[in-house]
């Protein structure tokens, strides 16, 4: 979870969040340095007094300074690709829920698992405990084993809404209609807080999504005691 003055990513708490980051810090690299290089060359040009007064086709240069900057973004594009098929791949899913977008809560559904389903609320401000979080806090978490890999499949009941968690790398859109799917891996045991992260109405701040990720042990306990 995010927590005060945090400007960068979250801490990852799946690989594909560890490869998203590690991504994320091989283009910043880049970045920097076409950055310094070209705030070098331009600083060079305001502070000398070269003139070519027959300055008319240079090739050679030309050449040079186009191709460079094919082969640096070359660099940032086949990572991406890798990263994008990645992210893509569902990875024989041991567990699959359903989440579905409503205006302004979430619902979800065990398909799988004696047809559990629930729907998950934000805790309103003057009803949280003084451990919860303001906004963040729902009714019902999501209960999910860690080390498994998990499909999640989001649709909608009414606008588009965003399952988000940022820890997990997770992000998908909740559109009426359509059955996305996606998928993650829980490393840790812990809570991981989310939000809906498409502009979906007057509540769209007050949908959040808590997953509490358990021992697999536990989470057959918690299926066979629901
Ligand atoms: Cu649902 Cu924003």
């Known amino acids: 979870m995010a927590t005060w003055s945090n400007f960068n990513l979250q801490n990852s708490n799946s690989p594909l969040m560890e490869q998203i980051i590690f991504f994320h810090d091989h283009t910043l690299i880049i970045l920097i340095m076409i950055t310094i290089l070209v705030g070098y060359l331009m600083l ?24 460079l900057p094919a082969i640096t973004l070359i660099f940032i594009a086949l990572p991406s690709l890798r990263l994008l098929y990645l992210l893509d791949d569902i990875n024989n899913p041991l567990i699959t829920i359903k989440s579905i977008g409503h205006q302004w809560y979430w619902s979800y559904e065990y398909s799988d698992l004696k047809n559990i389903s629930f729907d998950s609320y934000m805790i309103p401000s003057n009803e949280l405990n003084l451990n ?45 209609g359509r059955l996305n799917q996606t998928n993650f891996f829980i490393n840790r045991p812990g809570l991981y807080y989310g939000q809906c992260s498409e502009i979906c109405g007057a509540n769209h701040s007050f949908m959040p999504i808590v997953i509490e990720s358990i021992l697999m042990k536990n989470f057959i306990e918690w299926i066979n005691n629901y």
Not at 45 to 51: E, R, Y
Not at 143 to 168: A, C, F, G, N, Y
């Open 44 to 67: 060079s040009l305001f502070f000398n007094k070269f003139i070519n007064r027959f300055l008319l086709e240079e090739q050679m240069i030309e050449l040079i300074w186009t191709i």
């Open 132 to 176: 919860n979080f303001r906004l963040l806090e729902v009714d019902n978490r999501i209960i999910l084993p860690i080390k498994t890999q998990i499909r999640i499949m989001i649709t909608s009941s009414d606008v588009i809404h965003s399952w988000t968690i940022p820890s997990l790398g997770v992000k998908m859109d909740a559109n009426p």
